[in-house]
């Protein structure tokens, strides 16, 4: 009850403007686009948080084994305009720190930016034949309705089921909840191993999806520290104490992955993609020399703007480390998740 006030009462402008668009799209005043190729869209209805690059990541690992792969993203953050392929070495400013972080992961698969998404698949289309994909996935795509996917896999944050969040700015939804009926797929991410069948009955129920609509639920996997820089020194991994560097919407699951095996003695925590300048460079020079024994770890997504930071003193630069993480699809419904990908190919 809390949240239906909310989001239809102190939050009714907002909540009527996405009524009103999707109406207009349902209804065919807005128009949307099919294309003659595979297109899998990846998304939420949530302000981030959600893990849409390791799913997306996941998602291409899977189908480059059997097509040509282009991942197709809008580049959130970056101070560039219009369509761009990104480059393994380019920056955060040009590309995107997702985009870019997909594209160094995958050297050999075609990633581009574009905030217009027809245009962007209308470019990628019109490549050579030798380099034109055979599926292409739309990353953080679940509200551009411009295109309709071929397949839609939705994500959800095992810690904040849509019925018991808000509207922004009062909560993280950014869509309405009954949006999901659209989904092809859900998702439910950052879940615990173990997920009986109570469960996902309990799911199903909780989220109302349709009888055609699939579920899964997949866990994140951290693999082992790397190196940001050349000079790292891999010794400050044996520390026992960490500074942890974030730049996401929710750091979380990491400080508690980090807890199992570490002392946390400073957090800097910044808002999601945030530019990382001369002043932080020096607040993060500062923390290290107050903690010297410390290794400094950061995320996937950060790492590529601190790269770029060419402040950050020698001392940080032998000290960082990211934490690389992956997708597992629990309750050995891998294979069937695969199975679901490969038949959007045809």
């Given at each position: 009850m809390k949240?239906?006030?909310?989001n239809?009462?102190?939050?009714f402008p907002?909540y009527?403007a996405l009524k009103?668009?999707?109406y207009?799209?349902d209804?065919?005043v807005?128009?949307?686009y099919k294309f003659?190729?595979?297109?899998?869209s990846v998304g939420?209805?949530?302000?981030?948080g959600?893990g849409?690059?390791?799913h997306?990541?996941?998602i291409?690992k899977?189908l480059?084994?059997?097509?040509q792969?282009?991942?197709?993203?809008?580049?959130y953050?970056?101070?560039?305009r219009?369509?761009?392929f990104?480059?393994c070495?380019?920056?955060a400013?040009?590309?995107g720190?997702e985009?870019?972080?997909?594209k160094?992961?995958?050297?050999?698969v075609?990633?581009?930016?574009?905030?217009?998404?027809v245009?962007g698949?209308n470019?990628l289309?019109?490549l050579?034949?030798e380099e034109?994909?055979?599926?292409?996935?739309?990353?953080d795509?679940?509200?551009h309705?411009r295109v309709?996917?071929?397949l839609s896999i939705?994500?959800?944050?095992y810690s904040?089921?849509?019925?018991s969040?808000?509207l922004?700015?009062?909560g993280g939804l950014?869509d309405l909840?009954?949006q999901?009926?659209?989904?092809?797929?859900?998702?439910?991410?950052?879940?615990p191993?173990g997920?009986s069948?109570?469960?996902?009955?309990y799911w199903?129920?909780?989220?109302?999806?349709?009888p055609g609509?699939?579920l899964?639920f997949?866990a994140l996997?951290?693999c082992e520290p790397?190196?940001i820089?050349?000079?790292?020194?891999?010794?400050?991994?044996y520390?026992?104490?960490v500074?942890?560097?974030?730049?996401i919407?929710?750091?979380r699951?990491?400080?508690?992955?980090?807890?199992n095996?570490?002392k946390?003695?400073?957090?800097?925590?910044y808002?999601d993609?945030?530019?990382?300048g001369?002043y932080?460079a020096?607040?993060?020079g500062?923390?290290a020399?107050r903690?010297?024994?410390?290794?400094?770890?950061?995320?996937e997504?950060d790492?590529?703007?601190l790269?770029?930071?060419?402040?950050?003193?020698?001392?940080v630069r032998?000290r960082i480390?990211?934490l690389?993480?992956?997708?597992?699809?629990?309750n050995?419904n891998?294979?069937l998740f695969s199975?679901?990908?490969?038949?959007?190919l045809?």
């Amino acid at each position: 009850m809390k949240s239906l006030f909310l989001n239809k009462v102190l939050l009714f402008p907002y909540y009527i403007a996405l009524k009103i668009r999707h109406y207009m799209y349902d209804k065919g005043v807005f128009k949307s686009y099919k294309f003659d190729i595979p297109i899998i869209s990846v998304g939420n209805i949530s302000a981030g948080g959600t893990g849409k690059t390791p799913h997306t990541e996941f998602i291409v690992k899977e189908l480059m084994q059997y097509r040509q792969v282009a991942v197709l993203s809008r580049g959130y953050g970056r101070k560039s305009r219009g369509f761009h392929f990104v480059r393994c070495d380019g920056g955060a400013a040009e590309f995107g720190d997702e985009p870019l972080q997909i594209k160094r992961k995958f050297p050999e698969v075609t990633v581009a930016v574009d905030g217009n998404r027809v245009r962007g698949i209308n470019r990628l289309m019109n490549l050579p034949q030798e380099e034109r994909p055979d599926v292409i996935i739309l990353d953080d795509a679940f509200q551009h309705r411009r295109v309709v996917p071929g397949l839609s896999i939705l994500l959800i944050d095992y810690s904040r089921p849509p019925e018991s969040d808000n509207l922004l700015p009062f909560g993280g939804l950014r869509d309405l909840p009954e949006q999901m009926k659209r989904a092809d797929a859900v998702v439910i991410t950052k879940s615990p191993c173990g997920i009986s069948d109570e469960e996902r009955f309990y799911w199903k129920n909780l989220l109302r999806l349709l009888p055609g609509q699939r579920l899964f639920f997949s866990a994140l996997e951290y693999c082992e520290p790397l190196p940001i820089f050349e000079e790292a020194d891999k010794r400050y991994i044996y520390s026992n104490f960490v500074i942890l560097i974030t730049g996401i919407a929710n750091p979380r699951p990491l400080e508690y992955h980090l807890l199992n095996r570490y002392k946390i003695v400073k957090r800097l925590r910044y808002r999601d993609h945030h530019s990382f300048g001369k002043y932080d460079a020096l607040t993060i020079g500062r923390v290290a020399r107050r903690y010297p024994k410390a290794v400094i770890f950061t995320t996937e997504k950060d790492s590529q703007r601190l790269m770029q930071l060419e402040r950050l003193n020698s001392d940080v630069r032998k000290r960082i480390f990211v934490l690389p993480i992956e997708v597992m699809i629990i309750n050995q419904n891998g294979l069937l998740f695969s199975e679901m990908l490969r038949e959007s190919l045809s």
